[in-house]
C-alpha cells in the first residue's frame, strides 16, 4: 500500500490554489473590515488539534446489525495507519486515543513507535468495563465498578490500573473512565450505595495515577441502563470528581444527554469551577446516536465553543481541555467521516473566535436580547472555510481533504491488504 505523499497532496492543492487564494482573500478583506486579525486566527487555527479515537477507523453498527465495510482495520497497527492518513490530510488530528483491552499489544514500546511513524501520538487511554472479555473471571452483567460482588469491583480497578500503567509506556497523560452501570428495574440497586461503591473504586484508580495525570470522568444519561445510570448526567460527575480530588475531571460527551439539555450552559457550569476535562464530539437527534460532528446541530456546537472561548478569556492559558472524536460509522468510510468531523470541529472553533467579546458583554449588561443574539451569532453565519482550508495548507495537509483522499485510492489499497471482515450479527464498534 502506498503511503499518501506531500508530492501528491501538493499536486492534489495545485488544481485548487486559485480558486482557494479567491475565497481567502475575500473571506481576509471582510475578517478586517470587522477589526479583526486573518492572520493571526490562521495561526490559531494551526494551533488546534482534535484526537481521534483508535476504534473510530473501524465500522460501527447498532444493536440490531453491523455491515461491515471493505478494508477494515485488522489490529491497532492498521489503525494507527488509517489515522495517520486522516492527520496527513487535514493536519488537526495528531493524536490517538486508544482502548484497552480493544488495543492491546505484547510490546507497547513498538506500539508508541508505529505511531511515531505515521506522525503521531497518543492521546487519553480508555478502559473497558462495559463488556465481557475473553478469559475474564468474572462478569460485568450487573456492574463492574459498582457491582454488589467486591471481587468483580477490585477486577474492574485492577483492569483501569492496568490502562493506567499501558498509557504510561506510550506516553498518554489521562485516562478515562465510562461505565454502563445501572439497573433495568426501579429497586434493582440501590441509588446511593451504587454511587458509593463507584467513589470507593473510582479513588483507588485516582491513587494510582501518575502526578502529572488526569482522570476523566465520563457521565451517559441512559444505554446499557435504562431505569437508572449510576454516572447519568454532569452533576454526578461534577460530585464524584469533587470528592476524588484535583486530578480527576468531567468529559462531556455531546451526546450523552436528554435531548433538550442545554450542553452549552453545562461547559459553562464546569469550566466555572475548573472540573471541565474535556469532550468527546459528536452529533445526536435522538440519544447517544454517535453521528458525524455537526451532522444535525452545528449551531449547538458552535455555542459550545462559543462557552469555551469565553472560559479562555477568564480562566487564562491554563485552561486546555482534552478534544476528541466519538463517533460511530454505519454507512461511511470512517476515514471520510472523521475528516470531515475534524474540519467540522475546526470550524465551529474559528467561528466562535470572531465574536466580539466585548461588544456582546456590553449588549448582555445592557439586557438587549435582540442586539446580543445577533453578536453571537455572526461568528457562526461567517463562512471560515477558507480560513480553515489555509491553515491546513500551511501546515502541509489537503485544501480539500476527502477529495484527495478519494483520489489517492487508499481505500481500494487497503481493502485488498486487509481480508473481508464477516458480517455480524449486532453490536457497535
Same mark, same amino acid.
Given at each position: 500500500? *502506498?503511503?499518501?505523499?506531500?508530492? /501528491? @497532496?501538493a499536486?492534489?492543492?495545485?488544481?485548487?490554489?486559485?480558486?482557494?487564494?479567491?475565497?481567502?482573500?475575500?473571506?481576509?478583506?471582510?475578517?478586517?473590515?470587522?477589526?479583526?486579525?486573518?492572520?493571526?486566527?490562521?495561526?490559531?487555527?494551526?494551533?488546534?488539534?482534535?484526537?481521534?479515537?483508535?476504534?473510530?477507523?473501524?465500522?460501527?453498527?447498532?444493536?440490531?446489525?453491523? =455491515?461491515?465495510?471493505?478494508?477494515?482495520?485488522?489490529?491497532?497497527?492498521d489503525?494507527?495507519?488509517?489515522? !495517520?492518513?486522516?492527520?496527513?490530510?487535514?493536519?488537526?488530528?495528531?493524536?490517538?486515543?486508544?482502548?484497552f483491552?480493544?488495543?492491546?499489544?505484547?510490546?507497547?514500546?513498538?506500539?508508541?513507535?508505529?505511531?511515531?511513524?505515521? !506522525?503521531?501520538?497518543?492521546?487519553a487511554?480508555?478502559?473497558?468495563?462495559?463488556? $465481557?472479555?475473553?478469559?475474564?473471571?468474572?462478569?460485568?452483567?450487573?456492574? *463492574?465498578?459498582?457491582?454488589t460482588?467486591?471481587?468483580?469491583?477490585?477486577?474492574?480497578?485492577?483492569?483501569?490500573?492496568?490502562?493506567?500503567?499501558?498509557?504510561?509506556?506510550?506516553?498518554?497523560?489521562?485516562?478515562?473512565v465510562?461505565?454502563?452501570?445501572?439497573?433495568? /428495574?426501579? !429497586?434493582?440497586?440501590?441509588?446511593?450505595?451504587?454511587? $458509593?461503591?463507584?467513589?470507593?473504586?473510582?479513588?483507588?484508580?485516582?491513587?494510582?495515577?501518575?502526578?502529572?495525570?488526569?482522570?476523566?470522568?465520563?457521565?451517559?444519561?441512559?444505554?446499557?441502563?435504562?431505569? *437508572?445510570?449510576?454516572?447519568?448526567?454532569?452533576?454526578?460527575?461534577?460530585?464524584?470528581?469533587?470528592?476524588?480530588?484535583?486530578?480527576?475531571?468531567?468529559?462531556?460527551?455531546?451526546?450523552?444527554?436528554?435531548p433538550?439539555?442545554?450542553?452549552? &450552559?453545562?461547559?459553562?457550569?464546569?469550566?466555572r =469551577?475548573?472540573?471541565?476535562?474535556? =469532550?468527546?464530539?459528536?452529533?445526536?437527534?435522538?440519544g447517544?446516536?454517535?453521528?458525524?460532528?455537526?451532522?444535525v446541530?452545528?449551531?449547538?456546537?458552535?455555542?459550545?465553543?462559543h462557552?469555551?472561548?469565553?472560559a479562555?478569556?477568564? @480562566?487564562?492559558?491554563?485552561?486546555?481541555?482534552?478534544?476528541?472524536?466519538? &463517533?460511530?460509522?454505519?454507512?461511511?468510510?470512517?476515514?471520510?467521516?472523521?475528516?470531515? *468531523?475534524? @474540519?467540522?470541529?475546526?470550524?465551529?472553533?474559528?467561528?466562535?473566535?470572531?465574536v466580539?467579546?466585548?461588544?456582546?458583554?456590553?449588549?448582555?449588561?445592557?439586557?438587549?436580547?435582540?442586539?446580543?443574539?445577533?453578536?453571537?451569532?455572526?461568528?457562526?453565519?461567517?463562512?471560515?472555510?477558507?480560513?480553515?482550508?489555509e491553515?491546513?495548507?500551511?501546515?502541509?495537509?489537503?485544501?480539500?481533504?476527502?477529495?484527495?483522499?478519494?483520489?489517492?485510492?487508499?481505500?481500494?489499497?487497503?481493502?485488498?491488504?486487509?481480508?473481508?471482515?464477516?458480517?455480524?450479527?449486532?453490536? @457497535?464498534?
Amino acid at each position: 500500500m *502506498s503511503a499518501i505523499t506531500a508530492d /501528491f @497532496i501538493a499536486d492534489q492543492n495545485r488544481a485548487r490554489l486559485a480558486d482557494h487564494r479567491e475565497d481567502f482573500d475575500a473571506l481576509a478583506r471582510k475578517l478586517a473590515r470587522r477589526g479583526l486579525d486573518p492572520e493571526a486566527l490562521v495561526k490559531d487555527a494551526i494551533a488546534f488539534a482534535v484526537a481521534v479515537p483508535s476504534w473510530g477507523v473501524g465500522t460501527g453498527g447498532t444493536r440490531f446489525a453491523r =455491515f461491515p465495510g471493505p478494508g477494515e482495520p485488522r489490529n491497532v497497527f492498521d489503525k494507527l495507519a488509517d489515522c !495517520g492518513v486522516i492527520n496527513t490530510l487535514t493536519r488537526l488530528t495528531p493524536a490517538v486515543s486508544p482502548h484497552f483491552p480493544w488495543d492491546k499489544v505484547k510490546d507497547y514500546a513498538e506500539l508508541r513507535e508505529a505511531a511515531k511513524r505515521h !506522525g503521531l501520538a497518543f492521546d487519553a487511554v480508555n478502559s473497558n468495563t462495559f463488556q $465481557d472479555q475473553a478469559g475474564q473471571r468474572l462478569s460485568y452483567k450487573f456492574g *463492574s465498578l459498582t457491582h454488589t460482588d467486591k471481587a468483580a469491583r477490585e477486577q474492574a480497578i485492577a483492569h483501569n490500573i492496568e490502562c493506567v500503567e499501558i498509557g504510561r509506556a506510550i506516553g498518554s497523560k489521562a485516562l478515562t473512565v465510562w461505565i454502563g452501570d445501572g439497573s433495568n /428495574f426501579a !429497586g434493582q440497586s440501590s441509588l446511593t450505595r451504587a454511587f $458509593d461503591r463507584y467513589l470507593d473504586s473510582t479513588a483507588a484508580i485516582y491513587r494510582a495515577l501518575p502526578d502529572d495525570w488526569r482522570m476523566l470522568l465520563e457521565h451517559k444519561l441512559f444505554e446499557p441502563a435504562f431505569y *437508572s445510570t449510576v454516572i447519568s448526567d454532569w452533576g454526578s460527575s461534577y460530585l464524584a470528581a469533587q470528592h476524588l480530588g484535583p486530578k480527576a475531571q468531567c468529559l462531556v460527551d455531546l451526546g450523552h444527554h436528554a435531548p433538550t439539555v442545554n450542553i452549552e &450552559q453545562i461547559v459553562a457550569r464546569l469550566a466555572r =469551577f475548573g472540573k471541565l476535562g474535556g =469532550f468527546h464530539f459528536n452529533d445526536s437527534k435522538y440519544g447517544d446516536d454517535d453521528l458525524d460532528a455537526a451532522s444535525v446541530s452545528p449551531f449547538r456546537l458552535y455555542l459550545v465553543f462559543h462557552e469555551l472561548a469565553e472560559a479562555k478569556r477568564a @480562566i487564562g492559558p491554563s485552561f486546555a481541555p482534552a478534544y476528541m472524536i466519538d &463517533q460511530s460509522h454505519n454507512v461511511t468510510d470512517p476515514i471520510e467521516s472523521l475528516m470531515q *468531523s475534524a @474540519i467540522e470541529i475546526a470550524r465551529a472553533r474559528a467561528q466562535a473566535q470572531l465574536v466580539d467579546a466585548a461588544a456582546l458583554a456590553a449588549a448582555q449588561e445592557a439586557n438587549d436580547a435582540l442586539t446580543a443574539h445577533r453578536l453571537l451569532k455572526s461568528g457562526f453565519l461567517t463562512d471560515v472555510s477558507p480560513l480553515i482550508a489555509e491553515a491546513r495548507l500551511r501546515a502541509g495537509g489537503a485544501l480539500d481533504p476527502i477529495a484527495t483522499y478519494r483520489a489517492s485510492g487508499y481505500r481500494a489499497a487497503v481493502a485488498r491488504e486487509r481480508p473481508a471482515v464477516a458480517a455480524g450479527s449486532a453490536g @457497535i464498534v
